[in-house]
């Protein structure tokens, strides 16, 4: 059988190693990097040379402390062979002053002294005395091997081993870690091959200046590159599935005609709330609806005033809305309130009155929000929603639906839509998108509607404005077969290296 160098190396130390070993002894038997001892093992086990399999290990080594005692010796060895120089019995306290410890590190040491049975104390006279000859424990044994080899394998070891391993984790002296491990044992087929012998003849991998120049390239064996050789799968890094759908989202919407409009995370509670024609009395301003930010307390409305002066009236008497208003005394010092945004609408507001802002026009925003929610599959505390506005004349609900239900069809995957009304303080009508997906079911996306005049008129705009506002969260989880919103932010790495189509 055709072998490669590194092939031959790995099953010549296979068979050393009593024909099944773990990487790392492979690596330290044959000098290769871990690297090219993986692709050797995996070309063996295609050629069915060797198996390869893998196991969860206990690894382990010592810590800072540890590390410390493995050069110092423990403490009641230390203090062991300081009353064997005082001549096998002592006081306690002279022992303790002899071997330099403190307080802490005496009562330790003496305690341990006396449970390995190496002296006994009395109590009355405080003294102690040495029994026997104090042999060197498993405990020593283990620390001594981690000093040399760094870590270790608990499965590796024998039962003493593991009942010190099992001591000295105890006494905190050791850092413990589970990983994975991969282990290579020869076949049959491998173990015949063996005893036929195999020959390990060097191969160049690189032609050389030096060996074209002097001609030595003709003695020697040119590696042959073979296509069909398995590799280990390699994982570059790359977004997260639900980063490059926010991306494919924007970048629709945008070729739809959108502009995306930005706005803070720290809101006031004016752009938020009362610009929406929400009343201060409003049970979404209640604390636990909104997170209400502690220092500062109050923004600056001072750049708004004309904007403030017009929606205070239109929340107190209508203003010139032809609306009733709420009928209420409006607090300037409410609405400069400095809050987390508890919706994208607030961008919506200040988009409209923004002196960029065009007529017609289409906006939209992809922005994290923030509620008190209590987490549960389909709410979290934190939470994107993608939010759209259109601005122009003689627009109406059916325009509005026709958006809503090429949004979910196109970017949710979603199968059919259905409409029921809602009720918003800032829209009317008002329109509930939900959609079903074969195999998922159905699933509530969020709010739309058209802006109240209440809402548009005070901020300058006199034309109909369509608004919706949906959790992008939840079409992402439909279009990922997701059905706890709590999987977004997994560290699964299977889930996450699997989802290269999303």
Request: hydrophobic residues 40%; charged residues 30%; proline residues 4%.
């Amino acid at each position: 059988m055709n072998l490669r160098e590194n092939e031959a190396k790995v099953l010549i130390a296979l068979r050393d190693l009593g024909g099944k070993a773990t990487i790392e002894s492979l690596t330290k038997t044959t000098r290769l990097a871990d690297a090219a001892v993986m692709r050797a093992a995996l070309s063996l086990e295609a050629k069915n040379l060797i198996r390869v399999s893998e196991r969860s290990v206990t690894k382990f080594s010592l810590n800072e402390e540890g590390r410390r005692y493995a050069e110092d010796k423990l403490p009641e060895r230390q203090l062991v062979e300081m009353l064997i120089k005082m001549g096998g019995e002592a006081s306690v306290d002279d022992v303790f002053r002899a071997a330099s410890m403190d307080s802490g590190l005496a009562t330790i040491a003496l305690g341990w002294l006396i449970r390995k049975g190496w002296a006994r104390m009395e109590s009355r006279e405080r003294r102690i005395r040495v029994l026997g000859n104090p042999e060197i424990g498993s405990d020593e044994r283990l620390l001594s091997m981690l000093k040399v080899a760094g870590s270790l394998i608990l499965e590796n070891l024998d039962d003493s081993l593991k009942e010190a391993f099992k001591t000295l984790k105890g006494r905190k002296l050791l850092i413990v870690r589970e990983e994975s491990t991969k282990e290579f044992e020869l076949t049959d087929e491998g173990w015949a091959l063996l005893n036929r012998g195999i020959e390990i003849v060097e191969e160049v991998t690189q032609l050389t200046p030096e060996l074209i120049v002097t001609g030595k390239w003709r003695e020697k064996k040119i590696l042959k590159y073979d296509i069909e050789a398995p590799a280990p799968r390699v994982w570059p890094g790359k977004k997260h599935p639900y980063l490059r759908f926010l991306d494919e989202v924007r970048e629709k919407l945008v070729a739809l005609g959108f502009k995306e409009m930005n706005g803070p995370i720290v809101e006031i509670s004016f752009f938020n709330c009362d610009g929406l024609y929400m009343p201060q009395d409003h049970p979404a301003r209640e604390i636990h609806d909104m997170y209400l930010i502690k220092d500062p307390e109050y923004g600056d409305l001072s750049p708004y005033m004309a904007f403030l002066e017009r929606v205070k009236e239109t929340h107190e008497n209508g203003w010139k809305t032809g609306s009733k208003g709420w009928g209420y005394k409006f607090s300037l010092l409410m609405a400069a309130r400095l809050i987390l945004r508890s919706h994208t609408t607030s961008v919506s507001v200040r988009t409209l009155i923004s002196d960029d802002l065009e007529i017609p026009g289409k906006y939209f925003a992809i922005a994290r929000c923030y509620r008190p929610e209590l987490m549960d599959r389909t709410h979290l505390s934190e939470f994107n929603q993608v939010e759209g506005i259109v601005v122009g004349e003689d627009l109406t609900l059916r325009d509005l639906l026709g958006i809503l239900e090429r949004f979910a069809i196109d970017i949710a995957g979603a199968d059919k839509v259905k409409f029921r009304p809602d009720y918003f303080p800032f829209t009317e009508p008002s329109v509930e998108l939900s959609a079903y997906k074969e195999g998922y079911g159905w699933m509530e996306f969020g709010g739309s509607g058209i802006f109240r005049p209440e809402v548009t008129l005070p901020l300058g705009i006199d034309v109909p404005v369509l608004a919706w506002g949906l959790g992008v969260d939840r079409l992402f989880m439909m279009r990922a077969g997701i059905n706890d919103i709590r999987y977004l932010f997994t560290h699964d790495l299977d889930w996450l290296r699997g989802k290269e189509m999303i």
